[in-house]
């Protein structure tokens, strides 16, 4: 993770053993190729035991919550339930069940915008952004160490469009500096697309649907991936090194292998062969 002294930022990763499970009880699922099951928002998971903990979490692509290895809280659901909360957990403290349950979501939007503008402090070629990131990131901080009813009521996507604008600028300082025509993929539908081996140094794929996509030895470095859904995307051999923007939960949604190169902050999913 970063480190940007003048604020001290929460831990953005997920530390499961200081969270109440938020993740198995708060979020709803589906039956579908990522959930066996439905369940409903602020019901506990089948799969979940009294000590907080998953029983069936070495073998949950086995056993049909694909989704669930994929998902990261980014470090909110710690941040909820030792800090909002002050250790508080929501069977034995039930009052507290509703209020953390809806603010939980909240602080997993804040973490991931702190997650990108932290990355965006990083980059030296956005220096010139570097002020006004780092009020934002400052402010964005502050917002993680609310109470629960300071948190649900915050317009998170006007705080969302304040950060955005500045990460957009940051993409394109950043990308300038790859040499040669950089391919512009913003929001685009390449489901399945055939890019194995393509030349994506620099590209704009932001948002971009990558579903099953085959991008097998291809060159992402510089590209910004902010967003691109990698749902049983081919990863293999591919170089995402100095990618813009990219996240564990990408990784851990993509198919790679030992020959996939990815940034040094990242860690290579286990399923990966």
């Not at 099951?37 to 694909?66: I, Y």
């Not at 929001?187 to 620099?202: F, K, T, V």
């Not at 198919?255 to 040094?264: L, N, V, Y």
Request: contains cysteine.
């Amino acid at each position: 993770m970063s480190s940007h002294p003048r604020t001290a930022l929460p831990l953005l990763q997920a530390d499961c053993a200081n969270c109440f499970a938020l993740c198995c009880v708060a979020l709803p699922f589906a039956k579908s190729a990522d959930f066996a099951v439905n369940k409903a928002a602020g019901t506990p998971c089948k799969n979940l035991q009294q000590d907080f903990r998953c029983g069936v979490h070495a073998r949950l692509r086995d056993q049909g919550f694909q989704g669930c290895t994929v998902f990261d809280c980014f470090g909110a659901g710690q941040q909820i339930s030792q800090v909002t909360f002050g250790g508080r957990d929501w069977r034995d403290h039930p009052g507290t069940r509703a209020e953390m349950f809806e603010a939980f979501p909240v602080m997993r939007q804040l973490h991931e915008l702190l997650f990108y503008v932290s990355a965006a402090l990083d980059l030296p070629a956005a220096a010139p952004l570097h002020p006004a990131l780092r009020t934002l990131l400052a402010k964005t901080e502050a917002l993680t160490r609310a109470d629960a009813p300071t948190l649900t009521a915050l317009d998170v996507p006007a705080l969302r469009q304040e950060i955005n604008e500045l990460l957009l600028k940051t993409s394109e300082l950043a990308r300038a500096k790859t040499p040669g025509r950089r391919k512009n993929h913003r929001g685009a539908d390449l489901m399945g697309a055939r890019l194995a081996g393509a030349d994506l140094r620099g590209a704009n794929l932001r948002g971009a649907y990558l579903i099953a996509a085959d991008l097998g030895r291809a060159d992402l470095r510089g590209a910004d991936l902010i967003g691109a859904d990698f749902r049983d995307t081919n990863l293999r051999g591919a170089d995402l090194r100095d990618a813009l923007f990219l996240t564990q939960p990408q990784l851990n949604a993509a198919q790679g292998d030992p020959a996939t190169r990815i940034p040094a902050t990242l860690t290579r999913p286990a399923h990966w062969t």
